[in-house]
């Protein structure tokens, strides 16, 4: 069984409250981002990533499954719940290859860019500096048209 994909609503918010309703998650990776207004996401988009207890029979949605909420740190967005910014960022850092990598870089890529050139704010686990130092560079250079 499928979602309907994100064409059939005027906007990210607006389709993730629609599809979503009813169930217990938490938008993550790709998905927050979006939600965070940090990424437009995709023309005729069809998957979702959310954090759940439990998996749904939705083949559209990426499910990633954790014992509880309780460690995530949530931003509470109407009737949607997303992991923070720095949540989202390390765990996409964490989990590299499994995610859209150019959601990551583009949402890198406007945080550098609204915060004066600079990165200060994001916090990044020591255990994942080393994947964030071999992208930075790509963020920073991401707007660059010249």
């Not at 965070?36 to 990533?49: A, H, K, R, T």
């Amino acid at each position: 069984m499928r979602v309907n994909s994100r064409s059939a609503y005027t906007s990210n918010r607006e389709w993730f409250s629609s599809v979503l309703r009813g169930m217990d998650v938490v938008l993550c990776h790709t998905s927050a981002l979006e939600l965070l207004g940090q990424f437009p996401g995709y023309v005729n988009e069809n998957q979702i990533d959310v954090y759940a207890t439990a998996r749904e029979p939705y083949e559209n949605i990426n499910w990633y499954i954790v014992d509880g909420f309780e460690g995530l740190d949530i931003v509470d967005i109407g009737d949607l719940r997303c992991t923070s910014l720095n949540q989202t960022v390390n765990d996409m850092l964490r989990d590299y290859d499994v995610i859209d990598e150019q959601s990551l870089v583009q949402a890198l890529a406007g945080f550098y860019n609204r915060n004066g050139g600079s990165f200060d704010g994001l916090q990044i686990t020591p255990f994942n500096a080393e994947r964030f130092d071999s992208i930075k560079d790509w963020a920073v250079e991401f707007y660059d048209y010249e």
